[in-house]
T-cell receptor
Framework: EAEVAQSPRYKITEKSQAVAFWCDPI?????LYWYRQILGQGPELLVQ????????DSQLPKDRFSAERLKGVDSTLKIQPAELGDSAMYLC?????????????FGPGTRLLVL | GEDVEQSLFLSVREGDSSVINCTYT??????LYWYKQEPGAGLQLLTY?????DMKQDQRLTVLLNKKDKHLSLRIADTQTGDSAIYFC???????????FGAGTRLAVHP
């Protein structure tokens, strides 16, 4: 069964350092999502791509976060500089499209700890 | 903005039924979802219901939707220890399939 791949699974960094996370969606899925899940909370959407274009980044802290999906396939989420409050699970998901009800399939996540 | 709320914790005995409740505010929600998250893992889609349905059954899972009260529930029959996890309710917001999640209900199953 096809799955969303993410790496690394775990990342420990010091504040002010740069970190990057990678996601490879299910083959053929045009829509890719990055969510942040703070411990004890539900996931919150950071950025959404349709192919290589951003369709929603309203909750992305653009002063330190950036995301790209250059060829419309895999994607990278970067944080520079990392802050203590960025410690969270970063989840990537994909779906066939953006139509209402298109099922989103999630990857295993990258757990980030900022010291 | 849209909001989804869930009770935070549920404890049940193995073999009993579990009922996890959720309320939402967006009256235009078209689909509502239940996801399961095991410790340290990503989210696994359990089931979903379209807004024109009142009930959906899928093996041990039964979803009930009360649109008037904006209330969604997930019933797990014959709950097993492997069902211990966090369960998230989510609905669709806006035109781009954005999911709005509740804070999750931690289900603990004891012998």
């Amino acid at each position: 069964e096809a799955e969303v791949a993410q790496s690394p699974r775990y990342k420990i960094t010091e504040k002010s350092q740069a970190v990057a996370f990678w996601c490879d969606p299910i083959s053929g899925h045009a829509t890719l999502y990055w969510y942040r899940q703070i411990l004890g909370q539900g996931p919150e959407l950071l950025v959404q791509f349709q192919d290589e274009s951003v369709v929603d980044d309203s909750q992305l802290p653009k002063d330190r976060f950036s995301a790209e999906r250059l060829k419309g396939v895999d994607s990278t989420l970067k944080i520079q500089p990392a802050e203590l409050g960025d410690s969270a699970m970063y989840l990537c998901a994909s779906s066939l499209g953006t139509g209402s009800g298109e099922t989103q399939y999630f990857g295993p996540g990258t757990r980030l700890l900022v010291l | 903005g849209e909001d989804v709320e869930q009770s935070l914790f549920l404890s049940v005995r193995e073999g009993d039924s579990s009922v996890i409740n959720c309320t939402y505010t967006d009256s235009s929600s078209t689909y509502l979802y239940w996801y399961k998250q095991e410790p340290g893992a990503g989210l696994q889609l359990l089931t979903y219901i379209f807004s024109n349905m009142d009930m959906k059954q899928d093996q041990r899972l039964t979803v009930l939707l009360n649109k008037k009260d904006k209330h969604l529930s997930l019933r797990i029959a014959d709950t097993q220890t492997g069902d211990s996890a966090i369960y998230f309710c989510a609905d669709i917001s806006g035109g781009y399939n954005k999911l709005i999640f509740g804070a999750g209900t931690r289900l603990a199953v004891h012998p």
